[in-house]
């Protein structure tokens, strides 16, 4: 287990934050600065089946000792009164993808470290989420919205606010989706006007946990700020003082302590913790843009800690709170940013002891019935390549058309992992299985997904199945029809014809082109999907020179 950073308040402290992850640099090329292609996403996929048990397919002892350390998570820490666990901006991401073991998230997996929580340690646990639960856009992101809900109602959330992507999703649907049936985790917002009127009690302002021990008083505040669109729905107010004055009318008793899930900026979240016309908040729960969250809160404002649990679930952050028995000071906090990597995993064969898995089962079952894969490729747009004058019009045509006369690259892909991505969905894919019926699985898994002329379904376009040729190279028939006409190679080879590598010497010129690679392979083999891919590893693997002796092509 890793920990983040484990902080112990009353006392001073610095607080830092974790270094960004690193993305790779983005390239135009001379011509295919036209072509954002979809590359490879499979070899890591058989490197790190999803059958596999978790955290255990070629990892190296740094990898695999970083998820060993589970005894190391809340070190003298005594048994807290009451641990208020805070996540927020899902974004629609319900699990890891499978694709390498060591990829942390999930939903199943955060049901796991709460039990972890409430049966191993014996803790009182409450719960809260600061909202933007569901991706900003896509055919399934109401769905996803739903059973994300309903997972946390599974965990025993107490409460969620929401966010520019709920905002997005036009705000009264969305709820709907989930509120309309179900009461917890409540939904707050305080200062969002007429909510019992235009949003007929789906929407409080504020809720107090229930359970023994200290009692949890949560308000939820939405700045307008967030807002870049119109809603005749959504009203936002924007001062703020009689709005968590109401909220807190509502409560149905006394709190103990009291928890702000505040959708807005730091700077504003320590202004409202300075405010002397406020309640004084022992926590206030914001979003930040940076994917992962730093070592301990983002701010300490007097008694307040400001705390944020980063984005897609990848970590979670515990406050625990322990009684002083000084009226002046009745608790005292902690606090810990938690990963959740793949030691929280449910072992093979007691996936009915996690009702997440079952969810997500149905969730996949949803999809496919639903035919959600078909309104990724309704509106089908053309690939930048299609769009040159010299390749209007071009076509995929599949990989077997490359064999007659790219045999020795066509020999090297038949026998890579790029070949049988498909079969990985159909096969391979569990809790849930299903996944050739999902867009967002399938798109780094076969060629020309939601271009014109590209995949559409395993019937449709069985050619296209995998990923092939096209996927990097954009689609084809141009090409094949005028295998001759050269001043087409620089359009669908640009790693191997951009003028800039022409001038470099011989090592300086492999090393460029690998960068000029990697930029496209990261559309799918990014930090989410491929954790350990590294192109001048993995290169080496697909490599496909033409004719095979020619170095450097």
């Known amino acids: 287990m890793v920990t983040k950073g484990q902080c112990h308040y009353g006392r001073s402290a610095m607080f830092g934050r974790t270094p960004q992850r690193q993305r790779g640099a983005a390239f135009s090329f001379v011509v295919a600065s036209l072509m954002v292609v979809i590359a490879a996403a499979v070899l890591p996929c058989l490197l790190f089946s999803q059958g596999q048990e978790p955290g255990k397919a070629n990892q190296t002892p740094e990898e695999l000792n970083r998820f060993q350390a589970g005894n190391q998570i809340f070190a003298k820490w005594p048994k807290p009164d009451v641990a208020l666990l805070v996540s927020g901006q899902t974004v629609g991401y319900l699990q890891p993808c499978g694709c390498s073991p060591i990829q942390l998230g999930g939903l199943a997996r955060r049901y796991n470290f709460v039990q972890s929580l409430i049966k191993d340690r014996g803790w009182n646990v409450v719960l809260a989420d600061v909202g933007d639960v569901p991706q900003a856009s896509g055919p399934q992101a109401l769905l996803k919205y739903k059973y994300a809900m309903m997972s946390l109602n599974k965990m025993g959330y107490t409460a969620t606010s929401f966010g520019k992507n709920e905002l997005g999703l036009e705000l009264l649907s969305t709820v709907a989706e989930f509120a309309l049936n179900e009461s917890k985790p409540r939904i707050l917002a305080a200062n969002l006007k007429d909510r019992e009127k235009l949003y007929q009690g789906m929407v409080a302002g504020g809720i107090v946990s229930t359970g023994p021990g200290p009692k949890i008083g949560f308000v939820g505040i939405v700045d307008p700020l967030v807002m870049d669109f119109q809603d005749p729905n959504v009203v936002l107010e924007k001062h703020v003082n009689k709005a968590v004055a109401d909220a807190m009318a509502e409560f149905k008793s006394k709190p103990d302590l009291l928890v702000l899930l505040f959708q807005g900026k730091l700077d504003q979240a320590q202004n409202i913790a300075k405010s002397k016309s406020l309640p004084k ?3 206030i729960v914001v979003p930040i843009e940076e994917e992962d969250p730093p070592s301990g809160p983002l701010a300490v ?47 093979k064969g007691e996936d009915a002891k996690n009702p997440i898995h079952g969810l997500l089962q149905e969730y996949a079952q949803r999809v496919k019935n639903n035919n959600l894969l078909a309104e990724f490729t309704k509106n089908p747009s053309q690939h930048p390549l299609q769009l040159h004058p010299k390749m209007a019009g071009s076509k995929y045509v599949g990989s077997e058309r490359c064999m007659g006369c790219h045999d020795a690259a066509y020999n090297i892909w038949q026998k890579s992992g790029h070949h049988h991505a498909y079969e990985t969905l159909e096969t391979k894919a569990e809790r849930p299985n299903l996944r050739q019926y999902d867009g967002e699985c ?44 050269k001043s087409i ?22 090393q460029k082109k690998l960068t000029f690679i990697s930029d496209s392979c990261i559309k799918c083999h990014d930090l989410d999907n491929s954790v350990n891919f590294k192109i001048d590893k993995y290169w080496k693997q697909v490599a496909h020179p033409n004719p095979p002796a020619a170095q450097g092509n």
């Open 489 to 510: 190679y620089p359009l669908i080879n640009p790693w191997k014809y951009d003028a800039r590598l022409a001038a470099l010497p011989p090592e300086a010129r492999e």
């Open 442 to 485: 399938v798109k780094c898994h076969v060629t020309g997904f939601a271009y014109q002329s590209g995949f559409v379904n395993e019937t449709a376009t069985p050619k296209l199945k995998g990923v092939g040729c096209e996927a990097c190279h954009g689609p084809a028939s141009v090409h094949t029809n005028k295998p001759e006409d």
């Open 301 to 347: 404002v007097g008694k307040t800690l400001i705390v944020s649990a980063g984005q897609r679930g990848r970590h979670v952050g515990v406050v625990g709170a322990f009684r002083t028995n000084d009226s002046a000071k009745p608790f005292e906090l902690r606090y810990q940013v938690v990963e959740i990597g793949p030691q929280y995993e449910t072992p």
């Open 281 to 283: 908040f022992d926590v």
